[in-house]
């Protein structure tokens, strides 16, 4: 069926996050890129945090049934809006300098810590973040940068992703929220 087919196309854009990210790291290591043992251990770092996270994107498909039925778990714990961002552009910098793209952290270091389910929140950023990255021509001075903080009444924690690309056609911008919606 047309849903199940777009769903396929869902999970593998969602996998293949991770996975060219590990690449990329596991590349520029092989190439000899990190020439230090600071370096190194970042390098390590990244692709030791994005080879968990793609386990638990696995698992996470593996409950999608317990998602449609609508008895998903929400696993919150307290957590730096900050510090996520920040993993975020580690995480996405790769495919940012491929494209000669620049990929800016904005975050005021006001924003106070949340509970919210870390997972789902890395998942939206690095989403919006690989989006921008992806709809922003290359070699066009490329930005995307993304901002953290609190809103005018700081009853919550705002984050934007801006970036000067190609934008959203003003007929798809009603439907950008519609699932599977491309």
């Known amino acids: 069926s047309e849903m199940k087919s777009e769903f396929v196309s869902n999970v593998s ?26 370096t190194r251990a970042k390098f390590y770092h990244i692709i030791y945090s994005e080879t968990n996270r793609l386990a638990r994107l696995i698992d996470n498909i593996l409950n999608i049934s317990r998602v449609e039925s609508g008895g998903a778990k929400v696993q919150r714990e ?4 900050t510090d996520l961002i920040k993993e975020v552009i580690d ?20 924003a106070p810590a949340i509970f919210a389910d870390r997972d789902m929140i890395y998942q939206v950023l690095i989403n919006l973040v690989g989006n921008a990255i992806k709809y922003t021509p290359e070699d066009s001075n490329g930005r995307v940068t993304v901002t953290a903080g609190l809103s005018t009444d700081a009853s919550m924690i705002q984050v934007a992703v801006r970036d ?19």
């Open 13 to 38: 854009h969602e996998l293949r996050t991770p996975l060219s990210s590990i690449k990329a790291y596991v590349e520029m290591l092989v190439d000899g890129e990190a020439d230090n043992e600071i």
């Open 91 to 110: 995480v996405m910098l790769p495919q940012a300098r491929a494209k000669h793209i620049e990929l800016l952290d904005l975050s005021t270091s006001v």
């Open 164 to 182: 000067n690309g190609v934008g959203i056609a003003s007929d798809a911008a009603p439907h950008v929220f519609d699932k599977f919606y491309r």
């Open 78 to 81: 307290r957590m730096i809006v």
